[in-house]
């Protein structure tokens, strides 16, 4: 169903909610929740963090999640969801069959008054529900100013749908990536858990999406990375669907707190934008950034 470019935003931007008027009181509708706006921005934010600053998690409910026999769930044919997460990442990720790309971008970078963008595109292979998800995501930095290609990374998460609608997971950001970068690579372990609220997702206030994770490096304190510090330090994120096509979000991306949107604006397109605004409480970084990532994702076939 990441701190300076423009990943996450996996939140792909799936994080994948959903709309389940067709539930009976005993089913719950469990979204694919891939923050890829997470993925479109976070690395905007590493890429923003040079850092000059580096998904992301898109919602995805229109595919649901078939869990242990403590919940019955239904595969619906419903619309797209917002995402959940702006800037870190979430426990739901890509599966086999699921496909996606987009592209982050960031009026000026931390510290600087450049402006910056990425690119990503990404696979997902695997099971979540059986076995174990895996998402594969290649991603291009700083394409504003320096085009395509010229910088990237890979990364990778995999994943794991747990009973009451949690789900965890493992991830390494830019496991491999070219010399140039300056975002690090990041190792972080997240447990993510989605609280329906409502029957039905096109109601006001219909669900709420809660992660919370430990990373190392773009996750530390901004003294501590900048250090060349090792350790793990906490992150996490908060998105509530106020209305069938649009999220609220409060990230804390271990260094400072992200806060912004994710939007659906047509119903039956998988595409979704992620506008925020980075570093609000100048914990971190030189004032409040504004952000913002877009992209696509679909599913080819299903399981």
Not at 219 to 234: P, S, T
Request: neutral net charge.
């Amino acid at each position: 169903m990441n701190t300076g470019s423009v990943h996450s935003i996996f939140s792909r931007f799936a994080v994948w909610l959903g709309h389940d008027e067709q539930c009976s009181v005993e089913q719950i509708v469990v979204p694919r929740s891939l923050l890829r706006p997470l993925r479109v921005l976070w690395p905007v934010l590493v890429i923003g963090m040079q850092l000059p600053a580096q998904t992301a998690d898109t919602s995805r409910e229109k595919y649901l999640l078939a869990l242990p026999p403590d919940i019955e769930v239904y595969r619906l044919d419903t619309q797209i969801s917002p995402g959940s997460s702006s800037g870190t990442p979430t426990a739901y990720g890509a599966e086999l069959g699921d496909v996606f790309f987009g592209a982050g971008y960031q009026a000026r970078t931390r510290y600087g008054n450049l402006t910056d963008g990425d690119a990503y595109a990404g696979i997902g292979l695997g099971n979540s529900r059986r076995y174990f998800g895996i998402e594969l995501v290649y991603t291009s930095f700083t394409t504003v100013r320096h085009g395509f290609f010229k910088q990237g990374a890979f990364s990778f998460k995999i994943h794991r749908d747990l009973p009451g609608n949690f789900a965890i997971a493992y991830g390494w950001e830019d496991a491999i990536h070219s010399s140039g970068t300056d975002g690090g690579s990041s190792q972080y372990g997240v447990v993510t858990k989605y609280i329906p609220t409502r029957r039905d997702g096109g109601y006001f206030l219909s669900s709420i999406t809660v992660s919370a994770g430990l990373g190392s490096d773009r996750f530390l304190a901004e003294e501590n990375f900048y250090a060349g510090k090792n350790g793990v330090n906490g992150f996490g994120s908060i998105g509530v669907r106020i209305l069938k096509p649009i999220s609220l979000i409060a990230d804390w991306t271990g260094q400072d707190l992200m806060l912004g949107a994710s939007i659906v604006p047509f119903p039956k397109i998988p595409f979704v934008i992620t506008p925020a605004y980075a570093d609000v409480t100048g914990s971190a970084g030189d004032g409040a950034r504004f952000v913002m990532g877009a992209g696509f994702d679909f599913r080819l076939f299903n399981h």
